[in-house]
């Protein structure tokens, strides 16, 4: 690609940017997980509209719950909104810390006991969260509904605007079933593990534990290992007794209920255990319905062993939401790296580095070279991806956490990840509230090293295949080449359904990302994108309109001066084409007025 008339620092008041996109693109599955023509925008006057078709063909073998009927989801209430809606933490983190020292790495807590009163939510919020998880492995519905309601109270009251992901317990996990509260397991104890249901003495034998897949025994024979919650316990088995392994403590800790379960024999996975098991059981199906009625942004997908599973859920999701709620696939098992990992990626519209259960599933010393790959093959692909599991796990119990944790989310925001999740540490954990603030502050230095480092050699591939997206793609990598050499303070990027501020976010420009749109669900979907800043603004038809609106209101606020430097990129409907355009206008370049400018504050 090549970009002409681009104006000196000094000169660089109002000037356009001409882009010349030549090259061919392989087909490009959307952010969404459907097959887009992006319509997106430029002022060197092209013009077009997105189109959106859903992929329904899938040979998974999972039953899918009849899908005829839409769920009777409550309307939300209506509330007028504010010329320009902005996230107090964050309009307070760009007031303190600069436009360039803002952190751009997303952050995720996983709500539980810990976390779920009001008072805390409100701390965690303010303090950085971005998104949060709720995990349908504990809880019942009714305790979930609430805390979705108490977060979107705070949303609406305090000026949050915390996403919310649920995230489904994966039926092709084995894990324990009967334990209520976490114990500690001593070396040389016995242990009993069953699959008696209902277990016997009803969990009043302490030493009893029961296992949630009835087929687990069959397989298992003497001297086998039996791990869990990734090897933070392992028991020998020592013989069996009908339905029962009795099993003795060779490495003690503590077991913390649900854990996982996995075997080993000489040193090898035994992968016989789950692989007969569904990967959305049927109360994963009535866990999703919840999901959709709930009208939450994400559905975490445990366990995701192919593309299907992902084709699958989405057809079930739209046949009964007319709200798009993307799907994060959950790499945490065997089957979900190698040649799976690129078709999972392609099908999902984010992806989680799970590396606890990955971890108890492939060799320890791989965990970081398959981090390492799906962090980049995500970030070729224009998908977000989340790094997890026991980023700082000594802070269960422990008020600091260890150097090498530290080193650990160091590298994870190196990699340019999107977003970094906590889990048990602020779920079930002592110090949920100090836990984040260590992944705030240790990513925005992190990040502020980065960005003192020569720029990153990770090849982006081009993803459109349609002229359209070509040029959506083209403006993006013209906007960020931009920004990073003008040393410009903000990207603006006008936006309907988020797809142009995916693509910036794929470029990590140095600048942050100002994402306006119009739709609650848009700005909540853009808090997992790396670096963008998501604004909720009533967009008008002309493109000059929203900027110096945009500018005003920004003033108004105390977030931009006169001569500040901006890049602006926008697609919004031209004046007259409020009607829905066409495919064929799509691809004849009509409907969206598109332009990437450089432009000083007046």
């Given at each position: 690609m090549r970009v002409s008339g681009i104006p000196s620092r000094a000169g660089a008041k109002n000037a356009s940017i001409k882009l010349n996109a030549k090259r061919s693109m392989p087909l490009y599955t959307g952010l969404y997980g459907h097959q887009n023509a992006f319509g997106h925008a430029i002022q060197c006057s092209t013009s077009s509209a997105s189109t959106r078709s859903d992929s329904t063909e899938s040979s998974a073998a999972t039953?899918?719950?009849?899908?005829?009927?839409?769920?009777?989801?409550?309307?939300?209430?209506?509330?007028?909104?504010?010329?320009?809606?902005?996230?107090?933490?964050?309009?307070?983190?760009?007031?303190e810390n600069g436009f360039r020292s803002t952190r751009r790495t997303k952050l995720i807590c996983t709500i539980g006991p810990s976390c779920c009163s009001e008072e805390m939510l409100a701390t965690l919020a303010s303090n950085g969260m971005n998104v949060a998880r709720l995990n349908l492995s504990h809880g019942d519905h009714q305790w979930h509904r609430d805390i979705i309601a108490r977060?979107?109270?705070?949303?609406?009251?305090k000026g949050f605007s915390v996403a919310l992901m649920l995230d489904t317990e994966g039926g092709s996990e084995v894990h324990l079933a009967s334990v209520t509260q976490p114990r500690q397991a001593v070396r040389g104890e016995e242990i009993i593990l069953t699959i008696r249901e209902p277990s016997p003495l009803n969990g009043k034998q302490d030493n009893l534990l029961s296992v949630s897949f009835g087929g687990f025994v069959e397989d298992v024979v003497t001297g086998d290992v039996v791990s869990l919650d990734g090897g933070m316990v392992t028991l020998e088995v020592l013989r069996k007794s009908g339905p029962d392994l009795i099993c003795s403590v060779l490495d003690p800790g503590l077991i913390l209920p649900r854990a996982s379960i996995t075997v080993t024999r000489g040193?090898?996975?035994?992968?016989?255990?789950?692989?007969?098991?569904?990967?959305?059981?049927?109360?994963?199906?009535?866990?999703?319905?919840?999901?959709?009625?709930?009208?939450?942004?994400?559905?975490?997908?445990?366990?995701?062993?192919?593309?299907?599973?992902?084709?699958?859920?989405?057809?079930?999701?739209?046949?009964?939401?007319?709200?798009?709620?993307?799907?994060?696939?959950?790499?945490?098992?065997f089957d979900s790296v190698?040649?799976?990992?690129?078709?999972?990626?392609?099908?999902?519209?984010?992806?989680?580095?799970?590396?606890?259960?990955?971890?108890?599933?492939?060799?320890?010393?791989?965990?970081?070279?398959?981090?390492r790959e799906i962090v980049v093959r995500c970030r070729q692909r224009g998908k977000p991806v989340i790094v997890a599991s026991q980023l700082l796990e000594s802070m269960h119990t422990l008020p600091t956490p260890t150097r090498a944790e530290v080193a650990d989310?160091?590298?994870?925001?190196?990699?340019?990840?999107?977003?970094?999740?906590?889990?048990?540490?602020?779920?079930?954990?002592?110090?949920?509230?100090?836990?984040?603030?260590?992944?705030?502050?240790?990513?925005?230095?992190?990040?502020?090293?980065?960005?003192?480092?020569?720029?990153?050699s990770?090849?982006?591939?081009?993803?459109?295949?349609?002229?359209?997206?070509?040029?959506?793609?083209?403006?993006?990598?013209?906007?960020?080449?931009?920004s990073n050499n003008l040393n410009a303070r903000a990207i603006f990027c006008f936006t309907k359904r988020g797809f142009m501020a995916n693509f910036m976010s794929r470029m990590r420009p140095d600048a942050?990302?100002?994402?306006?749109?119009?739709?609650?669900?848009?700005?909540?979907?853009?808090?997992?994108?790396?670096?963008?800043?998501?604004?909720?603004?009533?967009?008008?038809?002309?493109?000059e309109a929203n900027v110096q609106r945009t500018f005003a209101l920004l003033k108004k606020r105390e977030l931009i001066s006169t001569g500040d430097l901006?890049?602006?990129?926008?697609?919004?409907?031209?004046?007259?084409?409020?009607?829905?355009?066409?495919?064929?206008?799509?691809?004849?370049?009509?409907?969206?007025?598109?332009?990437v400018q450089v432009r000083r504050v007046p």
């Open positions: 039953t899918i719950p009849d899908s005829n009927s839409k769920l009777k989801i409550p309307p939300r209430s209506s509330s007028s909104y504010a010329d320009l809606e902005l996230s107090s933490p964050e309009a307070q983190e760009l007031r977060i979107r109270k705070l949303n609406k009251d040193g090898k996975l035994l992968r016989a255990k789950n692989s007969m098991l569904p990967v959305i059981s049927a109360k994963d199906w009535n866990d999703i319905d919840l999901a959709i009625e709930q009208q939450v942004d994400f559905i975490g997908v445990s366990f995701v062993k192919t593309a299907d599973v992902l084709h699958n859920l989405r057809s079930y999701v739209a046949s009964r939401s007319d709200r798009v709620i993307e799907l994060v696939a959950k790499i945490e098992s190698g040649k799976n990992l690129p078709l999972i990626i392609d099908a999902a519209d984010a992806v989680m580095v799970a590396r606890g259960d990955l971890g108890a599933q492939i060799p320890l010393e791989d965990v970081p070279s398959v981090q989310i160091g590298d994870a925001v190196r990699q340019k990840a999107d977003a970094l999740m906590l889990s048990g540490e602020s779920a079930v954990g002592a110090f949920p509230d100090r836990a984040l603030d260590v992944l705030r502050t240790v990513a925005t230095r992190m990040e502020l090293w980065c960005r003192e480092e020569p720029p990153g990770i090849a982006l591939p081009q993803l459109a295949s349609t002229p359209d997206g070509r040029t959506s793609e083209e403006m993006c990598a013209a906007a960020a080449a931009v942050p990302i100002f994402a306006f749109c119009d739709s609650q669900e848009t700005r909540q979907r853009l808090n997992l994108r790396w670096g963008v800043i998501p604004f909720r603004i009533d967009l008008q038809s002309d493109p901006v890049v602006v990129v926008s697609d919004v409907r031209q004046e007259g084409m409020a009607a829905p355009v066409s495919a064929e206008a799509v691809e004849r370049g009509q409907g969206v007025v598109r332009s």
